[in-house]
């Protein structure tokens, strides 16, 4: 594989039925993409995808060790890694990140959660090119609850997820781009499944978000998209600047949406308030 921008790394220990998902032919662009497999030896994935891609298996409970085994593989300068089994503890990053840190590779970690039947949380943690290190588990029983409507919550996880890679990392425009994670809903790439959602649910999602506290990333993106309540032309308006941000440009970038953080809060009460009411 040649001519290669990025590497994707997808760590499967268990849940081979999302990797067949996740994967499907319909979702990828393939330019630009060395795509490597490390899958439980016991649960092989079977893919049809249209690229060509290396599938290794090895056979470790240690979460640790399909990292570890997949570097030597990485030839990119950047490296996505995919972790599709929703059973894992973030006490074992550390190890991960110093092999990161040592080949010098910008790294982004998007732990791919599912909604069960116990309305389990679907966690982000990623590192970005200053090398701090966030982690975030956003979701709470009601925003679920919102966006259940539109059936299988997993299923739009994986269209959003696949989505992110076709659409951002390629682009000539940001060539060293290398930033991924935000939330499911935040992070809607070609308002997949955004336009399904009636207005008044987008804009109570923003409101209950706003609850969260979570790191300035995340909110100069959602007070933007909020920001005069036209969530769909502010999203295309931002996305390509703030879902893109490289360490030259992140922090100008913050702090030019500091000031509609602070415009739009008004706005934000208001929503609160209205759907309080209800």
Known sequence: MTDTKITVVVINKALSEYADRLFDNRSWDVTGIDLIFVSHKDYPVNL??????????????????????????????????????SLLCDNFFTPIFKKIEEKKLDFAYVKQGYVDGNMNCNNVLYQ????????????????????????????????????????????????????????????????????????????????????QGETYEYESVRFSLAYGLDFKRKYFEVQRQLHVITTSRGYRLLERFRSIKKRCQNNIDSLKRCFERR
Not at 50 to 73: C, G, H, Q, R, T
Not at 201 to 209: E, K, S
Request: glycine share 2%.
């Open 128 to 211: 970005c090119n200053d090398g701090r290190i966030h982690f975030s588990s956003i979701w709470r029983r009601e925003q679920l609850e919102i966006i259940d409507v539109l059936g299988n919550f997993s299923e739009a996880c994986i269209l959003l997820r696949s989505s992110i890679i076709k659409r951002r990392f390629f682009d000539e425009t940001y060539p060293n781009v290398f930033f991924v994670a935000k939330y499911v809903l935040l992070d809607m790439p070609g308002n997949a499944v955004f336009e399904e959602l009636p207005d008044s649910w987008i804009q109570y999602f923003f409101a209950l978000a706003h609850e």
């Open 48 to 85: 049809y995808v249209p690229m060509n891609y290396d599938e290794y298996f090895i056979k470790s409970d240690n979460l640790v060790d399909y990292y570890n085994f997949a570097i030597p593989y990485i030839k990119t300068e950047y490296v996505l890694f995919l972790q599709i089994d």
